[in-house]
Nanobody
């Protein structure tokens, strides 16, 4: 019954910024982790970033995102965000948020770790 809805995608020029939002229908942050993935046409779904909490909060980033993207959460608004800057055309993809409730398996960078997925929001970066 947990539902995730991504928003705030759009069209941006190379070098620009976007802040993606993922709103949860329940207190998602009672789980173990939240992740962001992306998928371009004809490509496999790719890990972007994750935030986990088993005690202290830990952040994870793909090499392609490190230094440019920042994942964060807002407990009061029951949301997780992906701040993206220095966008490149190769960042163009549908971006998905995902929630880990401990039912799956794998590391933070694997899709099998996550139990709930949003339907995605399109990010297009022009040259």
């Amino acid at each position: 019954q947990v539902q995730l809805v991504e928003s705030r995608g759009g069209l941006v020029q190379a070098g620009g910024s976007l802040r993606l939002s993922c709103a949860a229908s329940a207190r998602t942050f009672s789980n173990y982790a939240m992740g962001w993935f992306r998928q371009a046409p004809g490509k496999e779904r790719e890990f972007v970033a994750a935030i986990s909490w088993s005690g202290g909060i830990t952040y994870y980033y793909a090499d392609s995102a490190k230094g440019r993207f920042t994942i964060s959460r807002d407990n009061a608004k029951n949301a997780v965000y992906l701040q993206m800057s220095g966008l490149k055309p190769e960042d163009t993809a549908v971006y998905y948020c995902a929630a880990d409730y401990g039912r799956g398996s794998g590391s933070y960078f694997t899709t099998m770790k996550y139990d709930y997925w949003g339907q995605g929001t399109q990010v297009t970066v022009s040259s």
